[in-house]
C-alpha cells in the first residue's frame, strides 16, 4: 500500500494497526529534528495529556485560528477527520511533518504528506486545540431535522454551549463568527502556526472546510507568571490581572469543565469533563480615534497608567486596584465606567477568566484605517457565568466601547486531551495513524 | 510651546531649531533602552548612511508594508509629512518612542507622541524604507492638469519609473496596488513593523492616507551569505541564488542607481542617485491546488529537489543549475518550462535582483481557500532591464504560472539614505524634529 494513504488527503484512507510499524519506519526528515541544543523556537510542548495544550500553555507570540465548517453528514468521515487531526497534531507540535511522507522521500508519484513550508523550522513552541461549535450538536440557528442533528450529537450538548446574546456593540459579521470545529494554532513563528492550519485544513478537504480564519501577531496576554505582560493596540499593558497557569486552584474553579456538569439541561456531556470553553470575540479597535485622544482620557477609560499599568488608585502594576479610593474632588480615582473596575472580579460574582488572546491588523479599509484589533480569546468554565454577564455589563457601561466594535464571535466547547501515552506509534516512535487510534473529542462519539 | 507640537499630528507645525536642545531633553522612555545585554531581538540598524536601510540589510523575518495616497496637493504639507516621518523612523528604528512625549511622561491633556504598543519591546531589528510611485510625479494614469503634476515633480520622473505593462496572468486588484508614497517596515517581531506603520501613518492624518497595506509573516529571500534558505508556501526553498550584499560588486551594479542615469530621458532625476527601485507584486498562491499535485510535478516544475533544494541536473542546494545537462530520454534535467531555468541570469541578459519578500495568509475566500501566498518584493537598479523582461517572460511560459495570480502591483522609486551626522538631535542625543531638518528624497524638492 502507498505510503501516501497514511493521511488520505480525501478519502479517509487509514491503515491497520498492522501495518503501523512499516508505515513508522519511513524515516523522519532529519531537516525537522530538533537542534541538539534547543534555543527558545525549539521549545515543544507535549500534545497529549489531561487537558489538551494551548490553553495553560505559556501563551505563545503568534497565533492562527480557523473555524471550519463541516461539509458531510457522514458521521464515519467526521470521525476520520478528527482521527487524523490528532495525529498530524500529536507529530507537527513535536517538529515532525504532518505525515511521514515527507519531501526529502518518495514517492515521487504522490503529494507529499507535508506541504513543506516549515520544513526547516523547529517546533517554535507550537499548540493545537480542538474545540466544537453549537451548530455541530443542533445545526445552525433555527435548523430543523435532518439538519438540526446531522451527527446525532443532538443528546451531548453541552448545557454551556449557548447561543450567545446580542450584546451592545456588536457588529457581527457571519462570515467572521461561529462554525462546527475551531482549531487554535499558536507559536513563537507564525509561518509554523500556518503551516499548521495549512496542513490540517488539506486533511480535512471533502469533509470540512475553512470558514474564518484569524492571524494574531502579538499575544495580549500572559499566562504564566514568568511571562512579562504585552501590550495591546491601544497601548497599554492586557492581561495584568489574567488568571495565570501557576494559580492552579483558580484554574481548576474558573477553566476546568466539572464532571457535576455532566447533566446538566438533561444531556449526556459527559464527554466535556476535564474540558473547557473558548470564547473567540474579535473586536475592531479604533486605533486613528483613540490615538487623537488625551493621555488622561486614555487612563481614564482604562484605569491604568499607560507607561507602568499601574491602578489609577495607586502603587504599581501588580498592585491591587483599590476600587473605593477617591481622589481631592471626592470621586473614584478608578473611575465607575473604567475597564479595569466594570471587569474586577469583585464586580461580577468573583469570576476569573484565563484570557488567551492576540492583536491583529487585517489591512486597511476604504478610508485608509486599518482594520486592527484584538482577537479577544478566553478559555472558561462555563460562558453562562464567566462570559455572558460581564460582557453584558462592559458592551452597557465600559467607556472603551466608544473605540470598539465586536465584529466577530465564536464559542466552542473544547474537549480533555488525548491521553499520555495513547497515541500509537511506528517504529520511529513518532505517532501514526490507525484505524482504532484515540483522537481528540473521542467521548463524544462513544 | 507644547512638546506634542513637535510632531505636529494635525498642524504640520515644527519647532525652530533653536528650540530642538530643550525639546531633546525630555527622558526617552527607559522602557525603549536597549537592553545591556543585546539578544537578537535588540538588534538595531542604523538609520542614516549613503543608501536607505532594509535593501541590503539582512531579511528580517517580518514584513508591514504600507502604500499611501496623497491627499493634499499642497507641496509643503508634503515636505513636512516627509520630515517628520525620517525623524519618526530614525527614532524608532533605534527602539525609541516615536517622538519624546512618551506614555510615561505628561503633559497628560495631549495625545502621547507615540501609540504605545512596542512601549516594551526592542528594536527588533526594525528598518524603515520609504519610495516615491509614479503617480506622485505625473499623477494616476490618464491625469491631466492640475492632477498631472500636483506638486511640480513632474520634471524630476525617473526614467525607470514606468508604468509597468500587463504581464500574462495578471489580475491586478486596484485597491492592492500602486499609491503616491511606500513605506516598509521590517523587523523581526511584527508588532514592531506594525507600531512604526501604524504611527507615520497617524503622523500622515490630514496630508495622505494609506491605500493598502500588506503584512508578511515569513521572510522568502535571504539577503546575506549569513542566512539559511528560507521557503515559500510551495513548500520549496526560495532565493538560493538571490543577489546578496556580500556580493558587493554585484549589489553596485544591480541595485543602486548611478549618476549616468539622472538626466536620461530628459528629466532631472539626479535626486535618485544611489537609490533603487522596488518592485512589489502580491502573489496570490493556490496552495490547495499545488498540494494536490505529485512530489514529480512539483519539482519539475521548480527545477529543484523540495527537501535540498538543489538543482535538478545534480549537486546540493548551491551548486549552480546545468541547463544543458539532458537525462536518460534526451530531456534537459531542468526542464524548458522550469522556474529555475527562466529566471536564471544567462536566461535574462545577466540580470540579477536583489529580492526580499515576504509569505502572507490573509484569511480566506468564500470557498474556504487560503488567501496566501508571495509578497515579491525586488530591488533593482532599473526596472526596464530587470523586472519587466523576466516577468514577460516567466508569465508567459513558467509552469508555475498555472498555480499563481498576481493581484496587485507597485513600482516604486527608493531615494539614496540620509548622510550620517546630518539629523538634529536634542540634549539626550536622539533625533528631534527641527524645520530644517533633512529629510528622505530631499533632494527630490530641492
Redesign the interface.
Known sequence: MSRRALLG?GGGLVVGAAAAGAAGAVAV?A?RTPDPAPSPADRTYPFTGAHQAGIVTPAQD?L?LAA??VTTTDRDALVDLLRRWTVMAARMTQGLPAGPF???S???????D???????LPAAGLTITFGFGRSLFVGAPGATAPDADRFGLGGRLPAGLVELPHFAGDDLDP?RSDGDLVVQACAD???VA?HAV?NL??AA?GTA???????G??RTSSTSTAQ?T????????DGTANLKAEETADVETHVWVPADAATEGGTDAAWLTGGTYLVARRIRMH??TW??????E??ALVGR????GAPLSGGTEFTEPDLDATGGDGKPLVALDSHVRLAHPTQNDGVRMLRRGY?F????D?????D?GLLFLAFVVDPRTHFVPMQTRLSAQDGLMEYLVHTGSGLFAVPPGVPDGALPTGSDGTPVLTDDAPFIGQALFA
Open positions: 488527503l526528515d531537516a503568534r492562527y471550519f465548517d515527507a519531501p526529502a518518495g514517492p515521487y508519484d504522490a503529494p507529499p507535508d506541504t513543506g513550508e516549515a520544513a526547516d462570515a513563528d507564525p509561518q500556518v495549512r485544513s488539506r478537504f472546510r475553512i470558514r474564518w480564519t484569524q492571524l501577531y502579538g512579562r504585552p501590550r495591546n493596540l491601544f497601548g497599554f499593558k486605533v486613528e490615538d487623537r485622544s488625551s493621555l488622561r486614555q487612563e497608567t499607560k507607561g507602568e492583536n491588523t487585517d489591512g486597511n476604504a478610508l485608509g484605517r486599518l486592527a
